[in-house]
């Protein structure tokens, strides 16, 4: 038997997801392709499959945690005929179990000079082992010459793309001379600075791990968790978030730095929880935190009042159903969407009584091509088309509010309601495709989306949505606009009704249409001629191939 590790699969374009369920529990059997644990993105909801058959030994991550691509979450026990047919990226991750480098042997410290004087020597401090070779910034001196420090007081603080690391002195005595400067780059065994140390003292041992100061250690995709470097726990302190920087002075180090940038977080308000104050990015993270439970929980627009709370269990028996990520997204994308979107509606019916004809005609090719057509696929098509002959629907408005972004491809979302929430799969290139290609595409995207296996890329790059209620029901509804696109189709319950043909009235299948779009990029008249063109081309679908 041999143990393999199961990591993190490609999430066509997410950068990181939550873990949100464990599929499975220690010591169960697992098949091949058997669903592991849930991730969630923003978008979507995605299954990860087992690659091995075998028994799970051990989960590598939690519910709640955050993951990436290549990350490790799972070992599983398998039948070691199996493990040496496995796939290739199980072989590289069995490669690094069977291969372990030797370590990195901690750098004894090197006397610089033994030459007495009163007793005392010049100790020269180096980096102690910092569990990589990489080449990593030295962000902080922590210390000045002439300062007396004691064993395991920190000297100066490195920094990586990952975490901070502050490098602790392995002897106690007065700093004589620093070696390292602010802006270096160094590694294990590097030169730090040389102490004046007692020579009766007696010699510390090899210089301590660094003390990472990250909230959990980093984990590269193909390094194998047991022999990942192990370091101190840091304490958790219990901050203020919302307290400001007394100080004045904004003590943080550049990756620190650019996470406030990305999320818009004024460093002079958060405390710091580092050495000296430092603001770490920890003490960000709970900041931005603190201030989302401090606000209402769904945005709300600048003046708008907060609709006041209600206890309903006064009335009656109540169940409170806590909202899936999905959900929560949806909502305030939909009440951002709406609060910032001047939105209009037009609607018209489309005569498709013809369209269905053609469309039960393709009954049987459907069956020997393993497709079903659906309305869905040539509203798609004749979306396409009008978007084509209507430009200003393939636009977007820049975020500074003064240029259109005219885009030269045709990607339509449609929705999708599924157990876990709504979500907008996206017909790539949908103006160069015909009906048979569109038909797979929807069959396959909305088969993804029921069982929660669409990928982030699936769900990207729309320019047009069509939501549409089928069979559902109703004569109409006011489809929300998917800012940043300007248009979307809302498609109701085909009813035959009696048509006016200049003599007499003839039941014909009509459509109710709902075309939505955004005010400030399409005008009524572009409006008009956008829905005249779609209803033409779905009254008479000859015109789709003209």
Not at 525 to 539: H, I, P
Request: aromatic fraction near 4%; charged fraction near 20%.
């Amino acid at each position: 038997m041999a143990v393999e590790i199961v990591t993190v699969p490609d999430l066509g374009g997410a950068e990181t997801v939550d873990v949100i369920e464990l599929s499975i529990a220690q010591g169960d059997a697992v098949a091949l392709e058997d669903s592991l644990l849930v991730l969630e993105s923003d978008k979507a909801t995605m299954d990860v499959p087992s690659p091995f058959a075998g028994t799970l030994v051990k989960f590598l991550v939690a519910d709640g945690d955050t993951v990436k691509v290549g990350d490790p979450i799972a070992e599983i026990e398998v039948a070691g005929q199996q493990a040496e047919s496995s796939a290739e990226p199980a072989k590289a991750a069995a490669a690094v179990i069977e291969e372990q480098p030797e370590p990195v042997k901690q750098p004894e410290a090197a006397t610089v000079s033994a030459e007495q004087a009163g007793g005392l020597a010049e100790q020269l401090i180096l980096v102690p082992d910092i569990g990589s070779e990489d080449q990593i910034d030295v962000i902080e001196i922590s210390v000045a010459i002439g300062d007396q420090v004691e064993e395991g007081d920190t000297l100066l603080v490195l920094e990586s793309d990952k975490a901070t690391m502050d490098v602790p002195s392995s002897h106690s005595g007065t700093v004589i001379k620093i070696i390292a400067a602010e802006g270096d780059k160094l590694t294990t065994g590097s030169e730090v600075a040389v102490l004046q140390v007692s020579q009766t003292s007696p010699n510390a041992e090899p210089a301590p791990v660094a003390e990472v100061q990250a909230p959990q250690a980093v984990v590269e995709p193909t390094a194998q968790p047991a022999i990942a470097p192990q370091a101190p726990a840091p304490v958790q302190t219990i901050v203020d978030a919302a307290a400001p920087n007394e100080s004045g002075e904004v003590y943080a180090g550049p990756a620190v730095r650019m996470l406030a940038r990305e999320l818009g977080v004024d460093l002079s308000q958060v405390s710091g929880t580092g050495p000296r104050g430092r603001v770490q990015k920890d003490d960000v993270n709970l900041y931005v935190k603190s201030a989302l439970r401090a606000a209402p929980a769904a945005a709300t627009g600048s003046g708008i009042p907060l609709v006041p709370a209600v206890d309903f269990s006064q009335y009656g028996e109540i169940e409170s159903i806590p909202m899936s990520k999905i959900q929560k997204l949806t909502a305030a994308n939909m009440q951002r969407n709406w609060l910032n979107v001047p939105h209009v509606t037009h609607f018209d019916d489309a005569d498709i009584t013809d369209l269905e004809d053609f469309r039960k005609s393709l009954a049987d090719e459907g069956a020997k091509r393993g497709i079903k057509v659906t309305p869905v696929a040539f509203l798609i098509k004749a979306l396409a088309a009008a978007m084509q002959s209507n430009p200003i629907f393939n636009r977007s408005l820049a975020a500074d509010g003064e240029h259109f972004i005219q885009k030269h491809y045709c990607n339509i979302g449609m929705a999708v309601d599924t157990p876990r929430g709504l979500v907008v799969p996206v017909i790539k290139d949908a103006d160069e495709k015909g009906i048979w290609d569109i038909s797979a595409d929807i069959a396959a995207l909305a088969a993804s989306a029921r069982d929660g296996k669409l990928k982030p890329a699936d769900m990207q790059g729309g320019c047009f949505t069509l939501s549409s209620l089928g069979a559902i029901g109703g004569k109409g509804f006011t489809p929300i606009v998917n800012s940043p696109e300007v248009g979307i189709l809302g498609v109701s319950k085909s009813q035959m009704q009696p048509l006016w043909n200049g003599q007499e009235f003839v039941p014909r299948l009509m459509l109710p249409l709902c075309l939505s779009y955004d005010h400030r990029v399409v005008n009524g008249g572009d409006a008009g001629r956008f829905m005249t063109q779609l209803v033409k081309s779905l009254s008479d679908i000859r015109h789709l191939a003209l």
